[in-house]
């Protein structure tokens, strides 16, 4: 049911869209500090937030696909608290702040679609939240895969580090101890009895 809303959301909201913004990869669509004067729908391409820590980290917050809204929670903000930057090459819907704020207001049951949308994006970051709460590098790439399925291909491995909050190296010492295991378990089931 939240999933259909959502999808209502994002199609009222293109639907008010004054524009449209093509990004290259790297590119940034705002950063941390900036003014919030729009929303923003992925039409194409991806999009992530990132936060830069004191000790020159970062973590990502949210990875926004096609149909996906970037940063909601600006909407009741006034300054970004982290960056947007493509991660490939993107189409991204724009829609003037105060034009939605204003259609909330005179729409009781839109509201209350943006309201349940939200829910669903605060239960995904909990879950998020959670798997970064996990000690081991192991139990958060378990964790990863129970929300997101089968890694991506190995050329994206480390959007997957810093989804779960690892270094790439930490990631792969993990992956080729998982490798081995499973490569073990194999030859031992295949061995004559």
């Known amino acids: 049911m939240i999933a259909i809303m959502s999808a209502i959301i994002i199609q009222r ?5 004054g524009s449209h913004l093509a990004l290259r990869p790297g590119q940034t669509l705002f ?12 039409v194409d391409g991806q999009v992530r937030l990132v936060r830069h820590q004191a000790n020159g980290a970062a973590v990502v917050l949210q990875r926004a696909h ?17 960056d947007g930057v493509a ?31 939200l829910a669903g994006e605060v239960q ?5 939240a ?6 081991t590098v192991g139990e958060r790439l378990q964790a990863w895969q129970a929300l997101h399925g ?12 810093q989804e779960i909050g690892v270094t790439p190296e930490a990631l792969y010492r993990v992956l080729s101890h ?8 194999l030859r031992e089931r295949m061995a004559p009895s």
Request: hydrophobic share 45%; aromatic share 4%.
């Open 150 to 161: 089968e890694l991506p291909p190995r050329g994206r491995w480390i959007e997957v580090a």
């Open 31 to 42: 950063c941390a500090g900036d003014a919030v004067r729009n929303l923003y729908v992925v």
């Open 66 to 82: 096609a149909g996906e809204l970037v940063a909601e929670a600006s909407l009741f903000a006034s300054r970004y608290h982290c």
């Open 178 to 185: 998982l490798r081995a295991k499973t490569a073990a378990e």
């Open 87 to 117: 991660e490939q090459a993107s189409r991204i819907a724009r829609i003037d702040k105060t034009r939605v704020l204003r259609a909330l207001h005179e729409d009781p049951r839109g509201s209350l679609e943006l309201a349940a949308h």
């Open 13 to 17: 909201l293109l639907s008010m869209s």
């Open 130 to 135: 959670e798997l970064l709460s996990l000690r």
């Open 124 to 128: 995904g970051a909990r879950a998020r």
